[in-house]
């Protein structure tokens, strides 16, 4: 299997006044593994059903491997799809659902089952070819699923949230086989989800967004340290957000007011900052809850945030400190350090000093809150 590059030409969905999908230009090289990350009513699933021909875009076009497809139906367009509902059917046996689509297609019995065969063991259940979806997990049903969208060997595979009915620890396992099911087969993947950690895990890139409209594409490790707008830095990952007060600028450095006497150095604004700040303009500081120091009162250095710890949580492999600050109006700081193993050495109501380093910071005007 080859995959398909898949080219969505400013595609866009209306339903009577309400815009689902805005204008979205996505460009996916063949292989890729995209993920399309949003909040709940963003047009994932418009935008998906639209690429898999089940809607027809209100504007834009659609071209899979260099054909345009946007007036093809979805029959043709030679796409496998799994979605979060596994769909199987129920009087069939396991093979004989992953054989389905080759019988559509006319393919012949024995190659069928050879295809069918392959199939079973790239997905590991071939000792299940026999059962029905009812004497399957939850898990093996969902393989069960995906074989049956990949036995033709379709060069683009649709996925939408196909993991969310399962529970964490399955969803995780099944999230690496299903990428390196993506990585043996070279299938373009277009890869709907609102669990931020699966599309960090599991994508090439991802397109996040947000009321119809891509909010921002890049790398995961992209998307995650420089995300272009508050709502993607609140969006993807764990932050706290200060409010604070633009003072100034000296060597390339944004300096900041939080609250009447707490200045801190931040490095430069981020992209989607709306020119440069002036004197005076209220900013919001972003702040990842692993990225920041604890030390005791005093003891933070240059870019301390003074408070007090309010609680502290042992959370596995880190430990959680929510800190209340001493400034503006007394907000909560999350702060992940990692577990020490001895238990926490910061009782409730210490005086600490939160360290913020510069280049840990991210600046984002307060317009876009
Ligand atoms: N058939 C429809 N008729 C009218 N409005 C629709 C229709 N389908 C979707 N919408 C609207 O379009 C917007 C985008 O919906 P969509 O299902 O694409 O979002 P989503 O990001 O997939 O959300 P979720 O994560 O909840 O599935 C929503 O506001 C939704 O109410």
Redesign the pocket.
Known sequence: MIGAPVFIDRIGKA??S?T??AEVTLDIPAGEFLSIL??????????LTMIAGFESPSAGRLVIGGRDVTAVSPDRRNIGMVFQRYALFPHLTVAENIAFPLKMRGICKNLRAERVDRTLDLVQLRDYARRYPHELSGGQQQRVAVARAIVFEPPVLLMDEPLGALDKKLRESMQLEIKQLQQRLGATVIY?T?DQEEALTMSDRIAV?AK?QLAQLGTPADIYHNPQSAFVADFIGKMNFLAGEFVGETAGNQTIRLGDDVIIDTPGAAPGFDGPARIGDRVRLALRPERLGLAMRGAGGKNALPGRIETSVFAGCFDLHLVRTDFGNGEIIQVQVPANGTGSPFAAGTLVDVIAERDCLRLFTDAEA
């Open positions: 339903y009577g309400q689902a999908v949003g909040p709940s009513g963003s047009g994932k699933t418009t935008l709907v609102h967004m119809g």
